[in-house]
T-cell receptor, first 114, second 112 residues
Framework: QKEVEQNSGPLSVPEGAIASLNCTYS??????FFWYRQYSGKSPELIMS????GDKEDGRFTAQLNKASQYVSLLIRDSQPSDSATYLCAVRGTSYQGAQKLVFGQGTRLTINP | DGGITQSPKYLFRKEGQNVTLSCEQN?????MYWYRQDPGQGLRLIYYSQIVNDFQKGDIAEGYSVSREKKESFPLTVTSAQKNPTAFYLCASSIGGRGEQYFGPGTRLTVT
């Protein structure tokens, strides 16, 4: 079982709809969870961090965390063509002397259709 | 402006040559990281460093070496021992405690 799993997609969503991206993780002691957006040929950009169970909203983005189910998701409301990208889920691994090792999923490719 | 810079953006080398990728940050972050990304893949950790003069191997350190002589700089050397060096190399940094990592623009290395 991979440590962090995402559906690789592609996920195709019409413009204006809600895009829902999912991620599961295997390490029960994980404490920190992140979503990165990566445009083709570019580096990942941090868009959301979530540390406790429940929802966290930032503009059109909502991150949802359920530690009991080891599940984290990202919702994008009112999807725009500019949201078309690969979305990477990252989970903070076991801390070692304070280091913040992240384990990444393989990413979900999202396409917003005008 | 604060940020992370990587150079060069594109790098071409022949097999058997060592090559060094540069990563500099002026964010005053303590921790720095090197990742590798292959097409259609997630990021894999090569090396990371929490403080100056200290670094640890990540998941795929074989064939790579690093140094951390200054807080701002974390260069990565891809040696001839790395069997499949062609990839997109990403440097990241983070401030202590929260795990939020920020990435530089990356270096795309092609070895033929």
């Amino acid at each position: 079982q991979k440590e962090v799993e995402q559906n690789s997609g592609p996920l195709s969503v019409p413009e204006g709809a809600i895009a829902s991206l999912n991620c599961t993780y295997s390490d029960r002691v994980s404490q920190s969870f992140f979503w990165y957006r990566q445009y083709s040929g570019k580096s990942p950009e941090l868009i959301m961090s979530i540390y406790s169970n429940g929802d966290k909203e930032d503009g059109r983005f909502t991150a949802q965390l359920n530690k009991a189910s080891q599940y984290v998701s990202l919702l994008i409301r009112d999807s725009q063509p500019s949201d078309s990208a690969t979305y990477l889920c990252a989970v903070r691994g076991t801390s070692y002397q304070g280091a913040q090792k992240l384990v990444f999923g393989q990413g979900t490719r999202l396409t917003i259709n005008p | 402006d604060g940020g992370i810079t990587q150079s060069p953006k594109y790098l071409f080398r022949k097999e058997g040559q060592n090559v060094t990728l540069s990563c500099e940050q002026n964010l005053n972050h303590d921790a720095m990281y090197w990742y590798r990304q292959d097409p259609g893949q997630g990021l894999r950790l090569i090396y990371y460093s929490q403080i100056v003069n200290d670094f640890q191997k990540g998941d795929i350190a074989e064939g790579y070496s690093v140094s951390r002589e200054k807080k701002e700089s974390f260069p990565l050397t891809v040696t001839s021992a790395q069997k499949n060096p062609t990839a997109f190399y990403l440097c990241a940094s983070s401030i202590g405690g929260r795990g939020e990592q920020y990435f530089g623009p990356g270096t795309r290395l092609t070895v033929t």
